[in-house]
């Protein structure tokens, strides 16, 4: 039934974004009529807020496309349905929960990672800042990464890394050779297990990845990278508070 809502989906959104490149090409009344009714909340965080172009849209659009390609293409048991909030891990794992902000104009990418204990008390925290990044999909694999890479710095053994990029998550926990455009990293991250004693990955909805969102939403404050250590930005703090009070 997944398969099957994907395929029709990718459908959809192919021939969505076909019509968006066609209309690029008409003439500048046709293309401004379809800004016009381009409704404003088409948002990413490259494109929050503002009526975009029809070429940053579709770039937009692509991105998503190609992940949901890849998610139908994984010959993967189903995952577990995603948690909707933030659970606090194991007595002796720290979790890395991590997320992404993508500025698709200038191809920037920001990191946002956050490590808890078992109380769900803050361990560690940074924001991290990548160039030459124009895919959404690229950006989410680098910043689960950092997140492996930090857990390293730091000297945890025993982690829990968990993010909301399914596709990601997919690839990691498969035994399979990844072919995809990420497979350097996916590979590069795979290597790096044998670092630690234990380590598990698991998909969870935006609402329960909030903190690390906030936590990259929040790179335009700091001379990057930045980090913390048993602290983090104020509404970060009250974000894990909430987490806490669910």
Not at 69 to 75: C, I, K, M, R, T
Request: proline fraction near 5%; charge should be positive.
């Amino acid at each position: 039934m997944f398969a099957f809502s994907v395929k029709l989906l990718l459908i959809l959104l192919d021939i969505f974004f076909m019509t968006i490149r066609s209309l690029s090409s008409f003439s500048i009344p046709y293309a401004s009529i379809f800004q016009t009714l381009t409704p404003p909340w088409i948002t990413n965080q490259g494109l929050s807020g503002k009526r975009q172009s029809i070429t940053r849209i579709s770039t937009f659009i692509r991105a998503h496309i190609t992940e949901l390609h890849f998610v139908a293409a994984l010959s993967l048991p189903s995952m577990p349905t995603p948690s909707s909030s933030w659970s606090p891990p194991a007595q002796g794992i720290i979790k890395f929960n991590f997320d992404t902000a993508l500025t698709i104009a200038t191809k920037e990418a920001f990191s946002g990672v956050i490590a808890r204990n078992s109380h769900g008390l803050i361990m560690a925290a940074c924001v991290l800042h990548h160039f030459a990044v124009n895919d959404a999909f690229i950006a989410e694999v680098r910043t689960c990464e950092a997140a492996v890479n930090f857990a390293m710095e730091l000297g945890f053994r025993s982690i829990h890394v968990e993010g909301d990029s399914l596709s990601v998550i997919k690839k990691l926990s498969s035994s399979s050779v990844d072919k995809s455009i990420i497979n350097p990293i996916i590979s590069d991250i795979k290597y790096k297990l044998i670092f630690f004693e234990k380590i598990t990955f698991s998909h969870v909805g935006r609402r329960g990845n909030e903190v690390s969102h906030l936590l990259a939403q929040a790179h335009s404050r700091f001379h990057l990278p930045q980090y913390w250590i048993e602290d983090a930005p104020p509404e970060v703090e009250q974000a894990t508070l909430r987490d806490l009070r669910q």
